[in-house]
C-alpha cells in the first residue's frame, strides 16, 4: 500500500454543515460561507490581502434576513489561499471560533440550524 492509499484521518471535532445565503463579516470585507459548524467556518471572499492580515471580530448574517446575524466572534484563521477559476482570482479562508462565550456558543448553535434547517436544534454539538 503506498501513501497516496491510506485513507485520510478525520481530525475535525464538529461535523460541518454546507449554507447557502449566508456571508460572513470581517474587517477585510464580506465574504460568502460555504460550510459551517460549532468550531469554525469556511468561506471565500475577493480581497487583494490575507484574512491574517486583518484581525478583528467576525460576523456572521443572512443575505435575505438582515435581522439574523452573529456579531464579535473571536476566531483564528487556519488556512487562507487563492483560488482561480480561469477567470477570476478570489480567496479561501478556513477560521476556528476562539473563546466564545456560552451564550455565543447557544446563539451559534440556533443560528446554523437556520441556515442549514439539517438538524434539530440540541442536536448541533458532537
Known amino acids: 500500500m ?44 475577493v480581497d487583494d490581502r490575507r484574512m491574517v492580515t486583518r484581525p478583528g471580530g467576525l460576523g456572521l448574517f443572512l443575505e435575505e434576513n438582515d435581522g439574523e446575524r452573529l456579531d464579535n466572534l473571536s476566531y483564528k ?23 466564545l462565550t456560552p451564550q455565543q456558543v447557544e446563539q451559534l448553535e440556533q443560528f446554523i440550524w437556520l441556515v442549514t434547517r439539517s438538524e434539530p436544534k440540541g442536536q448541533l454539538s458532537d
Open 2 to 45: 503506498s501513501k497516496s492509499d491510506k485513507p485520510i484521518e478525520e481530525r475535525r471535532q464538529h461535523r460541518r454543515y454546507p449554507v447557502e445565503k449566508c456571508r460572513v463579516r470581517t474587517l477585510a470585507g464580506v465574504g460568502e460561507v460555504i460550510n459551517i459548524s460549532m468550531g469554525g467556518v469556511c468561506f471565500r471572499y
Open 77 to 99: 484563521v487556519i488556512w487562507d489561499h487563492a483560488v482561480s477559476n480561469g477567470l477570476s482570482v478570489h480567496r479561501t479562508c478556513g477560521i476556528e471560533f476562539q473563546e
